[in-house]
């Protein structure tokens, strides 16, 4: 079986996808190794949190190793019978839906991060931005007709 050309919009995703995973590893081992961005004396205005590590594990698991493999997944199509439930609800590839919690969860992120840090920089508007196109990019038609899995995917 040929598959078709992936259509841009879709690209666009997975390299969104792939630039914040080796962002956020690096942001994370910045975090949890000590970055002159983050300062200790930040902490105390910060809720729940005593050090950079939990933030750090959450930037560089979460949204960092979680993004390759949703990239990888979106760009291999892998299917993982575990995940066949997901993708019969919602008709898409389990990335499609990946996806949409991985920029919904970054645009709560940034926000927090807006509400609790002192500062403002440049990369917060610029991964907010990261997190609505991965939000908003998934529901495109292209992206969507893209990732759709039909009943003859689901059956294998």
Do not use: K
Not at 73 to 89: C, H, I, K, N, P
């Amino acid at each position: 079986m040929v598959r078709e050309p992936t259509p841009r919009p879709v690209v666009v995703v997975e390299a969104i996808l792939f630039f914040l995973a080796v962002s956020a590893v690096a942001g994370g081992v910045g975090l949890i190794f000590g970055s002159e961005m983050f300062p200790s004396e930040w902490l105390p205005d910060i809720p729940l949190i005593s050090s950079w590590l939990v933030p750090g594990l959450v930037l560089g698991i979460g949204f960092g190793i979680g993004s390759l493999v949703v990239g990888f997944g979106m760009v291999r199509r892998w299917r993982w019978r575990w995940l066949g439930l997901l993708e019969r609800w919602t008709g898409e590839h389990w990335s499609w839906t990946a996806t949409l919690a991985i920029g919904f969860a970054h645009m709560a992120w940034i926000g927090l991060e807006l509400i609790y840090l002192p500062s403002y920089s440049l990369l917060q508007a610029i991964y907010g931005a990261v997190g609505i196109a991965l939000f908003a990019m998934p529901w495109l038609p292209a992206v969507r007709r893209s990732l759709r899995v039909t009943s003859a995917t689901l059956a294998r």
